[in-house]
């Protein structure tokens, strides 16, 4: 027999659904600001901080990081999910809010000369 797809549910997918493509734009945003290397890291240091903050220990963007940055965003819809289906998206969403700031602020900090 056929689960029931809650209200919860969809909430979830169009979150999940509405995050990523949110990210995928935020994403071709900072890539096209970066110019391959002649332009400003600026834009990606704000929207995909814990990818940037990489540069501080490496001095590159690697493979792995890259791939953090593309999930970025879908993981906030899915923790944004997690916090309605239990009833803390009050406490969740400005938590994930106040990290993100965070890292974006030690970014503009930390990162190296070069990724700026």
């Known amino acids: ?64 990081f890259s791939i953090v940055a593309v999930v970025q965003f879908p993981l906030y819809g899915l923790i944004l999910w997690l916090g309605l289906i239990r009833n803390r998206a009050g406490s969740v969403a400005p938590t994930l809010a106040v990290l993100h700031l965070i890292a974006a602020f030690a970014c503009y900090l930390a990162v190296p000369v070069s990724f700026r």
């Open 1 to 64: 027999m056929m689960a029931e797809i809650t209200q919860s549910h969809r909430l979830g997918v169009l979150l999940f659904i509405g995050s990523t493509v949110i990210g995928a734009g935020l994403l071709y945003l900072a890539v096209a600001a970066a110019a391959v290397g002649q332009g400003t890291y600026v834009p990606a240091m704000m929207l995909f901080p814990f990818t940037m903050l990489s540069t501080v220990v490496l001095d590159a963007i690697t493979t792995p």
